[in-house]
């Protein structure tokens, strides 16, 4: 009876390890997903972790057009990502961390000149701002918590009332 009792307890062992190993191979499987408009167009690819975003992700504008691009952590943007319009022109690019942009952003025209360059923090302006024409710096600006408090139009006042402060 021992051994029949042994045996039991050995195969229903058996069963719960095998059926954790098969839970544990698809909860660490990363896969790659595909989103579709509802014209079937391609909206947007990436890598998933248990329906989580991660990693490196692609958006496409209707017109398959690349929208916009970067990386994802636990389903939040991380890192450096590009926007473009529609025609496929650069637009915006800059860093997340949480979803939330930070640090220094670059926004560009038609053209694909840089019109303005702005430190960002918890979303918001947060910092300096550099304004371009014709790729020429022609104004800068300082931000507190999303509101303009300074602007100069001469590197030379810039730096009088900035000592030490580098736009770079």
Same mark, same amino acid.
């Given at each position: 009876?021992?051994?029949? *009792?042994?045996?039991?307890?050995?195969?229903?062992?058996?069963?719960? +390890? !095998?059926?954790?190993? +098969? %839970? &544990?191979?698809? /909860?660490?499987? %990363?896969?790659? &997903?595909?989103?579709?408009? $509802? @014209? !079937? =167009?391609?909206?947007?690819?990436?890598?998933?972790?248990?329906? *989580?975003?991660?990693?490196?992700? /692609?958006?496409?504008?209707? @017109?398959?057009? /690349? &929208?916009? =691009? !970067?990386?994802? #952590?636990?389903?939040?943007?991380? !890192?450096?990502?590009?926007?473009?319009? &529609? $025609?496929?022109?650069?637009?915006?690019?800059?860093?997340? #961390?949480?979803?939330?942009?930070?640090?220094?952003?670059?926004?560009?025209?038609?053209? $694909?000149?840089?019109?303005?360059?702005?430190?960002?923090?918890?979303?918001?302006?947060?910092?300096?701002?550099?304004?371009?024409?014709?790729?020429?710096? /022609?104004?800068?600006e300082r931000y507190k918590n999303g509101v303009k408090d300074g602007e100069w139009t001469s590197?030379?006042?810039?730096?009088?009332? @900035?000592?030490? +402060?580098?736009?770079?």
């Open positions: 009876m021992k051994a029949n *009792t042994l045996h039991i307890f050995f195969a229903i062992l058996f069963l719960l +390890v !095998g059926t954790f190993s +098969v %839970k &544990a191979n698809t /909860i660490t499987e %990363k896969t790659y &997903a595909k989103e579709y408009y $509802n @014209n !079937g =167009k391609l909206k947007a690819e990436g890598w998933q972790f248990m329906d *989580t975003k991660t990693d490196f992700w /692609i958006y496409y504008h209707p @017109n398959g057009e /690349i &929208a916009s =691009k !970067g990386h994802y #952590v636990d389903n939040q943007k991380n !890192g450096y990502w590009h926007y473009y319009d &529609a $025609n496929g022109a650069l637009k915006k690019e800059g860093h997340y #961390v949480k979803n939330s942009a930070e640090n220094w952003w670059i926004f560009y025209d038609i053209a $694909n000149q840089k019109t303005s360059k702005f430190q960002y923090k918890n979303n918001e302006k947060n910092g300096f701002c550099l304004r371009y024409k014709k790729r020429k710096l /022609i104004r800068a590197i030379i006042s810039f730096k009088r009332d @900035n000592p030490g +402060v580098s736009l770079r």
